[in-house]
């Protein structure tokens, strides 16, 4: 596949379903090589299956980035097989609704596991490798509901917020490196 990414390599996290499956769809179809990370390793698979069926390059790899070595383990095994890491879509993510009130903790905790810390190892892993390069791109998926919140997704809303906020000093902490921020927040 040729496209504006040829030669680029991109990971993305949250990678076997919704905006994650789209997402390397879109990149392979553009040239990219990328690593689909996701704990559902079958679905990733037939992903695979489908992509390389029609010319582009992804390899699957099992990962849930709420265990920071396996999250380190996805990007390193990026820079294993192609040499590098360009892009860096950290998307997964869970919402659990419910009235705080309610008690869930279990539930606040997976939110919060999954859509803040599981960017950051995943960020962390990746940062080192992009200096040496001189360049790179990291597009964190937020959400809507990391500017504005309601009922039943304030839990969910305060990951969204800490998101923009990780966001938001990446940005000013990586310009002089040539690392690119992008958030995206997507509605519902």
């Known amino acids: 596949m040729a496209g504006k990414l040829n030669g680029k390599v991109a990971v993305v996290t ?3 379903s919704g905006i ?5 769809r879109s990149l392979a179809a553009e040239g990219a090589a990328v690593v ?18 029609d010319g582009g390059k992804v390899i699957a790899v099992e990962c849930d980035v709420t265990e920071e070595q396996q999250a380190h383990a996805l990007v390193d095994r990026a820079i294993e097989e192609f040499g590098k890491i360009d892009i860096l879509v950290n998307n997964a993510g869970v919402m659990l609704l419910s009235k705080v009130e309610k008690g869930l903790s279990d539930e606040w905790r997976q939110m919060f596991d999954v859509n803040v810390l599981g960017l950051l190892y995943a960020t962390d892993a990746t940062i080192e490798a992009m200096k040496k390069q001189g360049s790179g791109h990291i597009v964190n998926v937020s959400s809507v509901a990391g500017r504005k919140t309601r009922p039943t997704v304030g ?20 310009l002089e490196d040539g690392i690119r921020i992008t958030m995206v927040e997507p509605g519902a």
Not at 36 to 53: H, P, Q, S, Y
Not at 155 to 174: C, D, H, P, W
């Open 14 to 16: 949250g990678a076997s």
């Open 20 to 24: 994650g499956e789209a997402t390397v």
């Open 36 to 53: 689909a990370g996701a704990r559902r390793k079958v679905r990733l698979d037939g992903l695979v299956e489908e992509i390389t069926r």
């Open 155 to 174: 839990v969910y809303s305060g990951t969204k917020f800490a998101v923009n906020a990780i966001s938001e000093a990446m940005r000013q902490e990586l």
